[in-house]
């Protein structure tokens, strides 16, 4: 591969907003470097990718000496070259906080936040040493204001944002830059995992509520943007837009209509 191709390494790329995004920059031209524990996933993401233009890596963003390896691999793929290291692997377990078992809380702050950190020490050489790069991290509208019957994913997401934030002014003297995605309810296979002590997925909790949940290309889209543009924190979908104003105007009325999402069977 030659060294002026463009490349993005995408942890979570063999589902959901992972795979869209592979997809899109693919489209336009980027190698892509996938990284998941679902290898199948992967290997139907790759399929959807132009020949040559992507390596996967197993890679659990939990486990320090997998990023090394996969990081090292990747290098040498695009001849040291990382424009975009996208930190967007993550779990959604609802529920109430009482109701969940520890392995989900530790499972949750692992993969959602420790993994983010993973990756961007492990990136870190390679990012500052490609000129202009990109850290784009998936945090979630969960991170704009603390959500009720979510609240330990809510917590990691505004880890999420709070690493973003500081690393914005931390790395810019590496021409660095650092971004994070702030999606509400986005379609894909997040959305169908159970909501602990209830037989129903978190899709039907989001239906029953009335709530928007928007296509996952809307995401791949905001990916470009952020990378390319100048915003910090960039919202998607209508839900996110309006939490994200409701959040700094209007908190008293947000805590009262939220109160109506604790859901208890
Ligand atoms: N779908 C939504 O409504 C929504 C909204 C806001 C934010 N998000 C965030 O978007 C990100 C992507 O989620 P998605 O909706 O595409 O879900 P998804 O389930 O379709 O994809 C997540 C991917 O992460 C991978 N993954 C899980 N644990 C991993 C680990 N330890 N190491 C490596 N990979 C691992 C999974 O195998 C999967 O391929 C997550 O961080 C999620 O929190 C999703």
């Known amino acids: 591969m030659a060294e002026s191709r463009k490349s993005i390494f995408i942890t ?9 995004v592979a997809v899109h920059f693919a489209e336009r031209g980027w190698f892509v470097g996938l990284a998941d524990i679902n290898e199948p996933g992967m290997a139907e993401t790759a399929a959807m990718l132009p020949d040559g233009a992507s390596s996967a890596h197993r890679l659990d963003v939990t486990n320090r000496e997998q990023w090394s390896e996969a990081i090292a691999v990747f290098s040498e793929k695009t001849g040291g070259r990382m424009d975009v290291l996208f930190n967007n692997a993550g779990i959604g377990i609802g529920g109430p906080i009482e109701d969940m078992s520890d392995d989900d809380i530790d499972r949750t702050i692992a993969v959602n936040f420790t993994g983010v950190v993973n990756g961007i020490r492990a990136g870190i050489d390679m990012l500052k040493a490609t000129p202009g790069a990109c850290i784009l991290n998936t945090s979630s509208a969960a991170g704009i204001y603390g959500s009720p019957g979510l609240v330990v994913y809510s917590g990691t997401k505004f880890a999420v944002r709070a690493l973003t934030e500081g690393l914005e002014i931390e790395l810019r003297e590496f021409d660095i830059r650092v971004r994070s995605l702030m999606p509400s309810f986005i379609d894909t296979p997040l959305l169908d995992g159970p909501v602990v002590s209830s037989n129903q997925s978190s899709r039907q909790r989001v239906i029953d509520s009335g709530l928007d949940i928007a296509p996952v290309e809307a995401v791949a889209e905001a990916a470009w943007k952020a990378v390319h543009g100048k915003k910090l924190h960039t919202t998607v979908g209508k839900l996110a ?15 009262k209509q939220a109160a109506g999402l604790v859901l208890r069977d």
Do not use: E, M, V, Y
């Open 12 to 20: 979570g790329g063999a589902s959901g907003i992972g795979r869209a």
């Open 241 to 255: 837009k309006q939490l994200a104003f409701a959040a700094k105007w209007t908190p008293g009325r947000l805590r």
